[in-house]
């Protein structure tokens, strides 16, 4: 191992995360339309679920470990690598348990269709790797080296849809083994992160784990500290998949697609927030006990929000428009499985610019003194959200358009609530306070474009308002770089 260490920097770092997902999600893109061109509409829909049900069933054996470490690595460099080690000593134990209720509770009967066995292990196989991932990751970036976890990343997504093109090229219209595509990308994204760790971090002792906090003291204050995020993490994934399962529910495989193909560049814009709120926990973590320096980050990652809202919505929805038409069939454009994905994505679009907002409220409540705000906060955002997606996709539509509309209007309203809950349980009252204005111009601009994308109406053009804000993000990207 190696003495070389840098500090995290929020912008620096959010920008090699933002980077690396983008490259990565085009190359998924790639690899949907791979997918969408050599499965069925109603095998591509069992991959989906089985994806989604895998993720969201196994994710609580992450036990919230590495999102601790994200907050206190920072602090002791040289704990790094013996923390990632007790994190997987947990995390296996934790594993075993759930290994055994799977098996007891066989969770992919409670849908209509049934798909096959085998695409059901290989998808809970890429879960469990994916997890194995989240600890040697978070260690790269609390050593400041997010861009060796962004080079992990680009190269897992690099294999798997090197893998599909390779399966295409030779005519293979198996879902299963597209599957282990995915998992062999997936193998390779943990092991390279592991490797890369072991190579840049510092050498270290054990007991250097003492100086992380009280939360690595004992087995039992490390599983307290992380119960929170842990409990978080069982609902979270819910909250951008509940709407899906919903749908999975009530209706074919093949509506799923349509929405999962709308959900796609949707969920790709999700890692400009996924990206801030994991650059920015380390520096908020380092600074919680410096309030000028606290409230000068969550101000600076608030303007960087607000500067990427309406050009994000305005670039994201026109590459998306002309993408789509090119890169899937048109059988999930031209509303032959219901409604168009690229109707649903314009309804989902909203929600994007909300959650990208909430973001540093948010990231302040892991950051903060009382993580159990952070569960109870996530509940709540989580039972909206199964509410207003039973009334939007179940009750009030009578046929599988309307649902589809509904799951994307439901998306939207539940991350509305999102910001709001943020904004009260954080506490940041005198932020929100100095940003309302903005925050709510930019707001009314995302929902007349949205709303007039929808329409097919020229007034979209009202909300290009919203770009005024880009100069600002880029002088707060400016004062944060280290």
Not at 331 to 346: K, N, Q
Request: proline content about 5%.
């Amino acid at each position: 191992m190696s003495q070389h260490q840098r500090k995290p920097a929020s912008a620096r770092d959010a920008g090699w995360l933002m980077a690396s997902d983008g490259a990565a999600v085009v190359l998924a893109f790639v690899g949907q339309m791979i997918l969408t061109h050599m499965l069925l509409a109603e095998h591509y829909g069992w991959y989906v679920v089985a994806i989604d049900l895998y993720a969201s069933f196994f994710l609580i054996i992450d036990l919230g470990l590495p999102t601790i470490l994200t907050r206190d690595g920072a602090k002791r460099p040289s704990a790094v690598v013996s923390a990632v080690h007790r994190i997987y000593r947990y995390q296996f134990i934790a594993f075993a348990g759930f290994l055994v209720l799977l098996l007891m509770v066989k969770p992919h009967r409670l849908f209509e269709f049934t798909p096959p066995l085998a695409l059901l292990w290989t998808c809970a196989s890429i879960a469990l790797v994916h997890i194995a991932s989240y600890a040697p990751r978070s260690g790269l970036r609390v050593l400041g080296e997010a861009r060796l976890e962004s080079m992990t990343k680009i190269l897992e997504r690099f294999v798997t849809t090197s893998g599909y093109g390779l399966c295409a090229w030779f005519g293979i219209t198996s879902v299963e083994v597209y599957a282990s595509c995915f998992f062999i990308g997936a193998l390779v994204g943990w092991l390279s992160s592991l490797i890369m760790l072991y190579r840049i971090a510092p050498v270290g002792r054990p007991r250097d784990l003492l100086d992380l906090g009280q939360a690595w003291v004992t087995t039992k204050h490390m599983l307290l500290a992380a119960l929170p995020f842990a409990l978080t993490l069982a609902v979270l994934p819910y909250i951008v998949r509940i709407e899906k399962f919903v749908l999975a529910i009530h209706y074919p495989s093949e509506t799923i697609a349509i929405y999962h193909v709308a959900q796609l560049a949707w969920l790709a814009g999700n890692l400009a927030p996924a990206a801030m709120r994991a650059a920015l926990l380390p520096v908020l973590g380092v600074s919680k006990d410096n309030p000028s320096e606290f409230n000068r980050q969550m101000q600076a990652s608030l303007d960087i929000s607000l500067g990427l809202t309406g050009v994000g919505v305005v670039f994201g929805y026109s590459i998306v428009r002309l993408l789509l038409p090119i890169a899937f069939p048109s059988e999930y454009l031209d509303g032959t499985h219901g409604a168009s994905a690229l109707d649903i994505f314009t309804l989902l679009l909203f929600g994007w610019a909300c959650t990208l907002l909430s973001t540093p409220f948010y990231t302040a409540i892991i950051a903060g003194d009382q993580p159990w705000r952070f569960p109870l906060f996530v509940l709540s955002v989580l039972s909206f959200a199964a509410f207003i997606g039973w009334l939007c996709i179940v009750i009030l539509p009578n046929n599988a358009t309307s649902a589809l509309y509904g799951a994307g209007v439901a998306s939207s309203l539940s991350a509305c609530l999102l910001l709001c809950l943020s904004v009260a349980v954080s506490q940041q009252y005198d932020l929100f306070r100095m940003n309302r204005n903005q925050l709510g111009f930019v707001l009314v601009c995302v929902a007349i474009m949205c709303l007039s994308w929808f329409n097919h109406s020229w007034m979209w053009v009202l909300g290009l308002a919203s770009l005024r804000f880009i100069p600002q993000g880029l002088r707060a990207i400016r004062t944060t770089i280290a």
